[in-house]
């Protein structure tokens, strides 16, 4: 149990439903991530929150919205998404001040229809 | 970011030790060394990190070669639970806005045999 918590552990959705990940954690940490884990590729970074500011977006479609409403809360909003949109979602989390951990939750497994 | 090489698969016997090699001949002298592991239905999890000198923890050694174009993360006795795909990752400490913001290869996938 790393702290950081994501719901639902699973989602199946069609391409013209709109549904959002949530991701949460208590643990004080003031930086937030999402990250994409698509079978058999690496996980890939989509974006950055610092103090529920977006410091990066690693180019990744207009489908994917993010919103960061405080330090502990972390959602991924999808709309009218593709199959090849099918992946393992992260959250992960780093503490203030600690540049080289990240605490990763356990991830929503999406299915795209 | 310099590039990672890790061998895909490694297998091992349970209570015995284990070391994973990474060959990162491109590092420089800013990258911190890191290694994540990720077990089965589970998102990564840090396990170690260290820049030039060996490092230990509660979970593993970090052992960095002295050219450091070559690290390996020792498992001091392996158990069923260390089963995982093990990820051997650079990261440029010079970038401020680095932090977090991990390359993931493909790692090396333990397996622990009882």
């Known amino acids: 149990e790393t702290g950081v918590t994501q719901t639902p552990r699973h989602l199946v959705m069609g391409m013209t439903n709109k549904k959002s990940l949530k991701c949460e954690q208590h643990?004080?940490?003031?930086?937030m991530y999402w990250y994409k884990q698509s079978a058999k590729k690496p996980l890939e970074l989509m974006f950055v929150y610092n103090f529920k500011e977006q410091t990066e977006n690693n180019s990744v479609p207009s489908r994917f919205s993010p919103e960061c409403p405080n330090s502990s809360h972390l959602f991924l909003h999808l709309h009218t998404l593709q199959p090849e949109d099918s992946a393992l979602y992260l959250c992960?989390?780093?503490?203030?001040?600690?540049?080289?951990?990240?605490?990763f939750g356990s991830g929503t497994q999406l299915s795209v229809l | 970011d310099a590039k990672t090489t890790q061998p895909n698969s490694m297998e091992s016997n349970e209570e015995e030790p284990v070391h994973l090699p990474c060959n990162h001949s491109?590092?420089?002298?800013?990258?911190?060394i890191h290694w994540y592991r990720q077990l089965p239905s589970q998102g990564p999890e840090y396990v170690i990190h260290?820049?030039?000198s060996n490092v230990n923890n509660r979970m593993a050694s970090l052992a960095i070669a002295e050219d450091r174009k070559s690290s390996t993360l020792i498992l001091h006795r392996a158990t069923l639970r260390d089963a995982a795909v093990y990820y051997c990752?650079?990261?440029?400490?010079?970038?401020?806005?680095?932090?977090?913001?991990?390359?993931f290869g493909q790692g090396t996938i333990l397996t622990v045999h009882p």
């Open positions: 992960a989390s780093r503490p203030l001040g600690d540049y080289e951990k990240l605490f």
């Open positions: 643990l004080g940490h003031n930086a």
């Open positions: 260290g820049l030039t």
């Open positions: 491109t590092i420089s002298g800013t990258d911190y």
């Open positions: 990752i650079l990261r440029d400490v010079v970038s401020g806005t680095s932090y977090g913001k991990l390359t």
